[in-house]
């Protein structure tokens, strides 16, 4: 996957070292050439579509490369990254997050490669977090450090479990031990900027076992702990604690994101392009196709779906549901400043009943889940989100422009 051979490798890592000492340099020195901070922002997502192997849970947007071209791939990620956030007149890249398939097969130079493209288009200010994914077989402590000078600072590990057997059961290729290594290895180079995956629900897999893998786990890592549910059609999310993210608190609150490379998702509002509306945007999903139509358009964008007021609330209600923070007031009226969180919520009786179960907080901070009611919010949002549908149908018409 990455440079062939020892010298192209080595010249590929110093490369990327050079490109992010640059970048550092030129931001500290005031000489940077990218846009003024302030302006449009957004959180960049780059897929990377290539995995080792197919785990057998999996379903994401990855391939098993043959014969790949490395070079082509990080030529069209290029192109694309500065296509959109010329696109959407983005200004400011708060968070680049490198997900996959395994970004941590991709060569060091790849990644320094984006990261020199976004910040000549775009500022990206020198303590931007900028994440990785890695699986413990793709990423050894030289590899790592090699990542680590072409500009990431935080690591997101795809540990899954702390036992062979259901290792094996998912089809991941690494070991407990494997993965307990890379950790460790990880939190040397990156301290306190390192999550993990645990899974939950997999078959035959019992509460007390887990529990004790959980307990292990945050005796090796207490930096950031990610929980997922076992689902066969895709690994959804359910609760996250620890660090906080930059880039995942970007989607919790309904920022802008541009989403680059093969089958990525991204939701902005393409000023650039004179938009008025923030859009839903698909890439092409196989690479081939994907890297023709960035070569002849400068960007893969496959779909876009205009989303209205309304979508952008609902979104608004069940991502922010999802934190501990809730939804406060003053970010509720920066999408909605005509109906108040009061005004949807505040006089429906089934939402009272929520309040008085104690699965829900309605006060002068805003609208949030208590611990009780985030463990059930899927159920809580099927109150929620038809309420706020026949509140805003009954709105008086807004003065405020769409999007």
Request: hydrophobic content about 40%.
């Given at each position: 996957?990455?440079?062939?051979?020892?010298?192209?490798?080595?010249?590929?890592?110093?490369?990327?070292?050079?490109?992010?000492?640059?970048?550092?340099?030129?931001?500290?020195?005031?000489?940077?050439?990218?846009?003024?901070?302030?302006?449009?922002?957004?959180?960049?997502?780059?897929?990377?579509p290539y995995c080792e192997k197919r785990c057998s849970y999996c379903n994401f947007n990855k391939y098993i490369?043959?014969?790949?071209?490395?070079?082509?791939?990080?030529?069209?990620?290029?192109?694309?990254?500065?296509?959109?956030?010329?696109?959407?007149?983005?200004?400011?890249?708060?968070?680049?997050?490198?997900?996959?398939?395994?970004?941590?097969?991709?060569?060091?130079?790849?990644?320094?490669?984006?990261?020199?493209?976004?910040?000549?288009?775009?500022?990206?200010?020198?303590?931007?977090?900028?994440?990785?994914?890695?699986?413990?077989?793709?990423?050894?402590?030289?590899?790592?450090?090699?990542?680590?000078?072409?500009?990431?600072?935080?690591?997101?590990?795809?540990?899954?479990?702390?036992?062979?057997?259901?290792?094996?059961?998912?089809?991941?290729?690494?070991?407990?031990?494997?993965?307990?290594?890379?950790?460790?290895?990880?939190?040397?180079?990156?301290?306190?900027?390192?999550?993990?995956?645990?899974?939950?629900?997999?078959?035959?897999?019992?509460?007390g076992p887990w529990l004790g893998q959980l307990q292990e786990l945050l005796h090796h890592c207490d930096d950031?702990?990610?929980?997922?549910?076992?689902?066969?059609?895709?690994?959804?999310?359910?609760?996250?604690?620890?660090?906080?993210?930059?880039?995942?608190?970007?989607?919790?609150?309904?920022?802008?994101?541009?989403?680059?490379?093969?089958?990525?998702?991204?939701?902005?509002?393409?000023?650039?392009?004179?938009?008025?509306?923030?859009?839903?945007?698909?890439?092409?999903?196989?690479?081939?196709?994907?890297?023709?139509?960035?070569?002849?358009?400068?960007?893969?964008?496959?779909?876009?779906?205009?989303?209205?007021?309304?979508?952008?609330?609902?979104?608004?209600?069940?991502?922010?549901?999802?934190?501990?923070?809730?939804?406060?007031?003053?970010?509720?009226?920066?999408?909605?400043?005509?109906?108040?969180?009061?005004?949807?919520?505040?006089a429906n009786k089934e939402v009272q009943e929520l309040l008085e179960r104690g699965l829900l907080q309605l006060?002068?901070?805003?609208?949030?889940?208590?611990?009780?009611?985030?463990?059930?919010?899927?159920?809580?949002?099927?109150?929620?989100?038809?309420?706020?549908?026949?509140?805003?149908?009954?709105?008086?018409?807004?003065?405020?422009?769409?999007?």
């Amino acid at each position: 996957m990455a440079l062939p051979g020892a010298r192209a490798r080595a010249w590929g890592w110093a490369a990327a070292a050079r490109a992010a000492q640059r970048r550092r340099r030129m931001e500290g020195a005031g000489g940077s050439p990218s846009p003024e901070p302030g302006g449009p922002r957004a959180a960049l997502y780059v897929h990377w579509p290539y995995c080792e192997k197919r785990c057998s849970y999996c379903n994401f947007n990855k391939y098993i490369p043959q014969g790949l071209e490395e070079a082509a791939m990080q030529k069209c990620l290029v192109t694309e990254a500065q296509t959109l956030l010329r696109l959407s007149g983005v200004q400011r890249v708060e968070s680049v997050f490198f997900g996959g398939g395994t970004p941590s097969l991709a060569s060091p130079h790849t990644v320094a490669a984006v990261l020199d493209a976004v910040a000549q288009t775009a500022h990206l200010p020198a303590d931007s977090e900028v994440t990785l994914e890695a699986n413990p077989t793709s990423a050894p402590a030289s590899r790592l450090a090699e990542f680590g000078a072409a500009g990431v600072n935080r690591l997101s590990i795809g540990l899954q479990s702390l036992d062979d057997t259901e290792l094996r059961l998912l089809g991941r290729t690494h070991s407990a031990s494997d993965a307990l290594r890379t950790l460790a290895e990880a939190r040397c180079l990156f301290p306190g900027r390192v999550s993990v995956d645990l899974m939950l629900g997999l078959p035959a897999q019992q509460v007390g076992p887990w529990l004790g893998q959980l307990q292990e786990l945050l005796h090796h890592c207490d930096d950031h702990l990610s929980l997922y549910q076992l689902s066969l059609e895709r690994g959804t999310a359910l609760f996250a604690q620890g660090a906080l993210s930059t880039h995942n608190w970007t989607y919790w609150q309904c920022g802008q994101y541009l989403g680059i490379g093969p089958g990525a998702h991204g939701r902005f509002m393409p000023q650039g392009a004179g938009g008025h509306t923030r859009e839903a945007r698909i890439q092409t999903l196989e690479p081939d196709n994907w890297m023709k139509e960035v070569m002849r358009f400068g960007h893969g964008t496959r779909k876009r779906v205009p989303l209205g007021r309304l979508e952008l609330l609902e979104e608004v209600l069940a991502l922010g549901l999802r934190t501990d923070v809730g939804i406060t007031h003053q970010h509720w009226e920066q999408f909605e400043p005509q109906l108040t969180l009061w005004d949807m919520f505040g006089a429906n009786k089934e939402v009272q009943e929520l309040l008085e179960r104690g699965l829900l907080q309605l006060d002068h901070r805003g609208l949030r889940c208590s611990w009780k009611g985030l463990a059930v919010l899927d159920s809580l949002l099927l109150t929620l989100l038809p309420q706020l549908q026949e509140a805003w149908q009954q709105r008086a018409p807004s003065p405020v422009p769409g999007g």
